[in-house]
């Protein structure tokens, strides 16, 4: 049985990444595009003769600065891929690393995000927090019959903190092109495992649903406070 949850929770860590694998393609290349573009303006001013170092210094300055965003920011999305040691996040941090990561996705379905996010120091599992809360939005998203508002709650309670995405119709008209995952759909048996595997508390209905998850304790390695 152990090692039945094991397989499925592996299974759902895998289809959240391949969902979420153009968003990540994206994020990793949009600084190395401004890089090739910045590249291609030196050029053109060397086509066109010897501009004065003054430029020339500015633009490499500004390679330099392009760089080295590229570097961090595909640091921050092979944290996606391979997390290594778990560490703790602040919730609303968290809430919003995930719901920036889906927002280009979001945005082209026509599905409209709100968030009521406390400013807690409260800190949750990084790695937990990503695989079900992206995990959660995706299935809920996926089981919609349209376009909808997302609404994201996070707050700490009694020692834990409570996450509640919820969706509803769209009131307004919105025309939303068409969209087909390039992988499998995601469902609440996937949470389930996720949940399961991670120690997280789950509840949900047809357009909603709340995760309790503990509070992420700063040791190394991290361990999870009971509740």
């Known amino acids: 049985m152990a090692k039945r949850s094991r397989t499925s929770a592996e299974a759902a860590r895998y289809g959240v990444l391949r969902r979420l694998g153009p968003a990540l393609k994206h994020d990793m290349v949009v600084n190395l595009q ?14 066109r003769g010897s ?3 003054a430029d020339i210094q500015a633009s490499v300055a500004k390679l330099n600065r392009l760089a080295r965003d590229a570097v961090a920011n595909c640091l921050r ?11 703790g996040v602040r919730l609303s941090e968290g809430v919003e690393q995930c719901l920036s990561l889906l927002a280009s996705n979001f945005n082209f379905r026509g599905f409209v995000v709100t968030r009521e996010l406390s400013d807690t120091p409260f800190q949750v599992s990084r790695m937990a927090l990503r695989h079900l809360l992206t995990a959660s939005l995706i299935t809920l998203t996926d089981a919609a019959g349209g376009p909808c508002e997302v609404k994201v709650k996070a707050d700490a309670k009694a020692g834990v903190a409570e996450i509640t995405i919820g969706i509803s119709p769209r009131r307004d008209d919105v025309e939303a ?36 998850m503990p509070r992420a304790v700063a040791t190394a390695p991290l361990q999870i406070a009971p509740h």
């Open 34 to 47: 401004a890089i090739a573009m910045m590249a291609e303006v030196m050029n053109a001013k060397l086509d």
């Open 177 to 212: 092109l068409p969209y087909e995952p390039g992988y499998r759909q995601l469902d609440w048996s996937d949470v389930q495992a996720l949940a399961l595997a991670e120690g997280v508390d789950l509840s949900h209905g047809g357009d909603h649903i709340t995760l309790l």
């Open 51 to 53: 501009p004065e170092p």
């Open 77 to 87: 999305v092979a944290e996606w891929l391979e997390p290594g040691e778990d560490q």
